[in-house]
Structures are given as structure tokens and as C-alpha cells.
């Protein structure tokens, strides 16, 4: 079973996406914001694929991504923005950091999960 980070500050968000993935046979580790994450990838090195908000204390979610592209043992990682954040401006510069999906909240379940098989291997299901 494959192995999704969220990270997002708002426990109601992280809560709602882990029902969605654990019901989608995903396991679930959750982080409050990008500097829990980066920990959190080093806890669990087995992490298939990242799921993050923008807007975070701490470290935003663009801070983040750029560290995990720039860390050669995180850079592999797929990661899907899940945000609020609806200008195309916003969303060019995190695809050009390395986010392979940008979604814009509330995003459909099915969307979601349909993004992250797209990016994980399907050998890292059950």
C-alpha cells in the first residue's frame, strides 16, 4: 500500500484528504506545514507521493517543494498542490518548482486520487 504525505495547516483539510486516500487504499501520514513534511520524509522514507497546500506557516508549501526538488534523496518524490490560490501566475510558478499536479480547493475526491495514481506507480498500490 503506497505511502501519501499531506501537508496542510488546517487539520478539517488534512482530515478530509486522509478519509479520502485511506478509502482509496492509500496509508496516510499527515504534516501541519513544509517544515513538518521535510521531517516527516526523513521519518518515512517510503512516502510515494506528497499532497500540499500553498498557504502555510512555517514554511509555505512553494518553500517546500523547492527544498524536496532541491534534495537529491527527496527530488523523485511527485508532489500535488492542493490550494486555494487561483492565479495563473501562482500556479506556473509551482509547476516550473516541480509540482506535477496543481489543483485548485475544493477539489472533487475523485480528482484527487485520480492525480496521485497518475503519479504513483501502480505497484505501489495493493
Known amino acids: 500500500m503506497a505511502r501519501i504525505l499531506i501537508v496542510d495547516d488546517s487539520k478539517m483539510t ?16 499527515e ?9 516527516k520524509l526523513y ?3 517510503d512516502i510515494k507521493c506528497i499532497v500540499t497546500d500553498i498557504n502555510m506557516p512555517n514554511m509555505d508549501g512553494l518553500t517546500m517543494l523547492k527544498k524536496i526538488r532541491s534534495t537529491p534523496e527527496l527530488a ?7 490550494t486555494t490560490i487561483d492565479r495563473p501566475e501562482e500556479q506556473m510558478e509551482a509547476l516550473k518548482a516541480g509540482a506535477n499536479f ?3 480547493k475544493p477539489v472533487k475526491p475523485s480528482i484527487l486520487v485520480a492525480s496521485i495514481r497518475m503519479v504513483v506507480r501502480d ?3 495493493v
Do not use: N, Q, T
Open 14 to 29: 488534512r482530515d478530509f484528504h486522509a478519509y479520502v486516500l485511506r478509502a482509496s487504499r492509500y496509508e496516510v501520514v
Open 31 to 39: 504534516a501541519i506545514d513544509g517544515a513538518d513534511a521535510i521531517e
Open 43 to 45: 521519518r518515512h522514507p
Open 76 to 82: 523523485h518524490i511527485p508532489v500535488v498542490v492542493v
Open 102 to 104: 496543481y489543483l485548485i
Open 123 to 125: 505497484g505501489d498500490r
